[in-house]
């Protein structure tokens, strides 16, 4: 009888404990849905990236001076660099240079530590391919200047919620010259010298 006893009590207990974590599950969704859809229709209506957003690497071919310094500081030895020797100059003369972006994390470090500033990030997301070594960029495409979001007539650029005015929760109503919210860097730095005696 008590073996009985004991089996109902932690029927029970299942019972109320599996009730509670459904309970906690719908009220997620009942609380997501009084809130406003924030969908983007991709293909027309893209978002525009953060200020400090690393996508596809730009390459300008005739401040490289073949140091290797971006293969060195790359975590995968990514960048192919092809040079040879000039014996009249004395310098290293760059042939070749390449960037595999379906091997490529986009942590920027051969960006930061290039000596002539001839890599930089660009805007640029959509790197789709069908075949994996279209993604192999050589010293060519990786030269192309990226099509900016906002410069597309056939795309509405549209502001991430974070980066949207205070108390505004719909990019598509936004007037076109609208800031968005929190202060700029000078403009951070020039409060900070205002505020000091």
Known sequence: MLKFLKQVGDYAKEAVQSALYI???????FDHMQR????????????IPSERWRGRIHFEFDKCIA??????VCPINLPVVDWEFNKETKKKQLRHYSIDFGVCIFCGNCVEYCPTNCLSMTEEYELAAYDRHELNYDSVALGRLPYKVTDDPMVTP???LAYLPKGVLEPH??????????LRPEEIVEQSSTATP
Request: contains cysteine; proline residues 11%.
């Open 23 to 29: 309970g906690q599950g719908l009220s997620v969704t």
């Open 36 to 47: 406003r859809p924030i969908t983007v229709q991709y293909p027309y209506e893209k978002l």
């Open 158 to 160: 549209l502001r991430e």
């Open 67 to 72: 140091c290797e310094v971006c293969v060195r």
């Open 173 to 182: 109503d936004l007037p076109p010259g609208s800031r968005r919210a929190g």
